[in-house]
C-alpha cells in the first residue's frame, strides 16, 4: 500500500514557476514508478509526466515537454514536478500516482493540489 501527499500547488502568473511536490508513505516507494496527473475542469483526467523506480527512465505529454520536469528522491521517498513557463491551459488540479508502469503509473492516487495560472 502507498499513501501520497501532494504540496506545493497555488496561484501563479503566465510564464511563472511552480514546484510540486509528493511525499510518499510505504516501504515499497524506491521499486514504484511515480506520475502526476491533472484534471481541468470540465475535462478529463490526463497523465502529465512519469518517472521509472531508477529515474532512468522518465515521460512527459506533449503539452509539457521542454517545461516540466519530474524527479524522485528515493531516500525522501518524494517525487517531484518541476513546472517553468506555465500557462493559463496548465491550469488544474494536480495528482501525485504511483504504480507499476512508468508510462502510466495509475494505481495509487493523491488527493490533488490545485495550480492556478493567471493571464
Known amino acids: 500500500q502507498v499513501q501520497l501527499v501532494e504540496s506545493g500547488g497555488g496561484l501563479v502568473q503566465a510564464g511563472g514557476s511552480l514546484r510540486l511536490s509528493c511525499a510518499a508513505s510505504?516501504?515499497?516507494?524506491?521499486?514504484?514508478?511515480m506520475g502526476w496527473f491533472r484534471q481541468a475542469p470540465g475535462k478529463d483526467r490526463e497523465f502529465v509526466a512519469g518517472i521509472s523506480w531508477n529515474s532512468i527512465n522518465t515521460y512527459y505529454t506533449d503539452s509539457v515537454k521542454g517545461r516540466f520536469t519530474i524527479s524522485r528522491d528515493n531516500a525522501k521517498n518524494t517525487v517531484y514536478l518541476q513546472m517553468n513557463s506555465l500557462k493559463p491551459e496548465d491550469t488544474a488540479v494536480y495528482y501525485c500516482t504511483a504504480g507499476q508502469r512508468s508510462w502510466r503509473p495509475d494505481e495509487y492516487w493523491g488527493q490533488g493540489t490545485q495550480v492556478t495560472v493567471s493571464s
Open positions: 510505504g516501504r515499497t516507494f524506491s521499486t514504484r514508478a
